[in-house]
């Protein structure tokens, strides 16, 4: 089966790697798609996310870096990651939400709710 989530990898710090996300059309078309991480011993983080009207939300932890873009044509959800840091090792995930969108509460981006793949591994070592 086909992977949802690809591009992950090992790399050291400062090194890039774009992650990419095969979107099933009815997550597609939700009002907000984006990216989350996980890693233990760490809460979910959601990295970055595109609301329906065109919003992108970064997480502070990786703005400036992480770029997220969403492609109508061939329903994909791709993070570019530069200048990747050793906390940003995580398996990332490609969510969407159950309605009414992303923002940014506390601090953090909120509203992505579930997921639909095995997520893919990024691995940042010095």
């Known amino acids: 089966e086909r992977?949802?989530?690809?591009?992950?990898?090992?790399?050291?710090?400062?090194?890039?790697?774009?992650?990419?996300?095969?979107?099933?059309?009815?997550?597609?078309?939700?009002?907000?798609?984006?990216?989350?991480?996980?890693?233990?011993?760490?809460?979910?983080?959601t990295v970055a996310a595109i609301n329906g009207d065109g919003r992108i939300l970064y997480a502070n932890s990786v703005k400036g870096r992480f770029t997220i873009s969403k492609y109508v044509a061939n329903n994909t959800l791709d993070l570019q990651m530069n200048n990747l840091e050793i906390e940003d090792t995580a398996r990332y995930f490609c969510a969407a939400d159950s309605g009414g969108g992303c923002a940014v509460i506390g601090g953090a981006i909120r509203g992505l709710t579930s997921h639909w793949g095995q997520g893919t591994q990024v691995t940042v070592s010095s």
Not at 13 to 36: K, N, V
């Open 3 to 45: 992977p949802v989530e690809t591009g992950g990898g090992s790399v050291q710090t400062g090194g890039s790697l774009r992650l990419s996300c095969s979107a099933r059309e009815y997550t597609y078309r939700r009002d907000c798609t984006g990216w989350w991480r996980e890693a233990p011993g760490k809460e979910r983080e």
